[in-house]
Protein backbone atom coordinates (compact mmCIF):
# COMPACT_ATOMS: atom_id res chain seq x y z
CA UNK A 1 0.00 0.00 0.00
CA UNK A 2 2.87 2.33 0.82
CA UNK A 3 3.93 2.11 -2.76
CA UNK A 4 0.50 3.13 -3.68
CA UNK A 5 0.57 6.08 -2.03
CA UNK A 6 4.13 7.03 -2.86
CA UNK A 7 3.57 6.73 -6.85
CA UNK A 8 0.39 8.78 -6.39
CA UNK A 9 1.71 11.46 -4.69
CA UNK A 10 4.97 11.94 -7.39
CA UNK A 11 2.52 11.91 -10.17
CA UNK A 12 0.58 14.29 -8.20
CA UNK A 13 3.43 16.49 -7.56
CA UNK A 14 4.51 16.27 -11.22
CA UNK A 15 1.08 17.14 -12.77
CA UNK A 16 0.76 19.80 -10.55
CA UNK A 17 3.88 21.35 -10.87
CA UNK A 18 3.68 20.99 -14.81
CA UNK A 19 0.12 22.54 -14.58
CA UNK A 20 1.81 25.66 -12.48
CA UNK A 21 4.31 25.92 -15.03
CA UNK A 22 1.69 25.97 -17.80
CA UNK A 23 -0.69 28.18 -15.70
CA UNK A 24 1.53 30.74 -14.93
CA UNK A 25 2.18 30.60 -18.89
CA UNK A 26 -0.96 31.34 -19.51
CA UNK A 27 -1.84 34.56 -17.72
CA UNK A 28 0.78 36.34 -19.16
CA UNK A 29 3.51 39.20 -18.17
CA UNK A 30 1.08 41.77 -17.33
CA UNK A 31 -1.96 39.58 -15.73
CA UNK A 32 -3.11 40.69 -11.82
CA UNK A 33 -2.06 38.24 -8.62
CA UNK A 34 -5.77 36.69 -9.11
CA UNK A 35 -4.84 35.07 -12.30
CA UNK A 36 -1.71 33.45 -10.30
CA UNK A 37 -3.79 32.55 -7.57
CA UNK A 38 -6.33 30.85 -9.86
CA UNK A 39 -3.77 28.89 -11.87
CA UNK A 40 -1.97 27.66 -8.65
CA UNK A 41 -5.12 26.50 -7.41
CA UNK A 42 -6.19 25.03 -10.51
CA UNK A 43 -3.06 23.20 -10.52
CA UNK A 44 -2.97 21.79 -7.24
CA UNK A 45 -6.56 20.37 -7.68
CA UNK A 46 -5.33 19.01 -11.16
CA UNK A 47 -2.34 16.94 -9.35
CA UNK A 48 -5.00 15.86 -6.59
CA UNK A 49 -6.69 14.52 -8.83
CA UNK A 50 -4.48 13.02 -10.91
CA UNK A 51 -2.74 11.21 -7.52
CA UNK A 52 -6.40 9.93 -6.87
CA UNK A 53 -6.35 8.50 -10.23
CA UNK A 54 -3.05 7.18 -10.15
CA UNK A 55 -3.52 5.03 -6.96
CA UNK A 56 -6.81 3.89 -8.28
CA UNK A 57 -5.80 2.72 -11.13
CA UNK A 58 -2.58 0.94 -9.20
CA UNK A 59 -4.91 -0.61 -6.84
CA UNK A 60 -7.31 -2.26 -9.54
CA UNK A 61 -4.17 -3.42 -11.55
CA UNK A 62 -3.16 -5.36 -8.34
CA UNK A 63 -6.77 -6.84 -7.65
CA UNK A 64 -6.95 -8.01 -11.34
CA UNK A 65 -3.22 -9.62 -10.94
CA UNK A 66 -4.25 -10.80 -7.50
CA UNK A 67 -7.41 -12.11 -9.17
CA UNK A 68 -5.87 -13.91 -12.35
CA UNK A 69 -3.75 -15.45 -9.92
CA UNK A 70 -5.90 -16.88 -7.92
CA UNK A 71 -8.00 -18.28 -10.43
CA UNK A 72 -4.68 -20.02 -11.78
CA UNK A 73 -4.48 -22.03 -8.93
CA UNK A 74 -8.17 -22.83 -8.35
CA UNK A 75 -7.74 -23.91 -12.13
CA UNK A 76 -5.00 -26.36 -11.68
CA UNK A 77 -7.19 -28.16 -9.34
CA UNK A 78 -8.96 -31.29 -9.55
CA UNK A 79 -12.40 -31.05 -10.89
CA UNK A 80 -13.71 -34.02 -8.52
CA UNK A 81 -12.05 -35.89 -5.82
CA UNK A 82 -11.66 -38.96 -7.96
CA UNK A 83 -10.05 -37.52 -10.55
Known amino acids: MGIV ?3 GAVVGLVVAAVAIGAGN ?3 GASAREECFELAR ?3 I ?4 VAGIATMVMLLLVAGLLKMVAHD ?3 RTEPASPWD
Open 25 to 27: DGC
Open 5 to 7: LAM
Open 45 to 48: RTGL
Open 41 to 43: MLA
Open 72 to 74: EAR
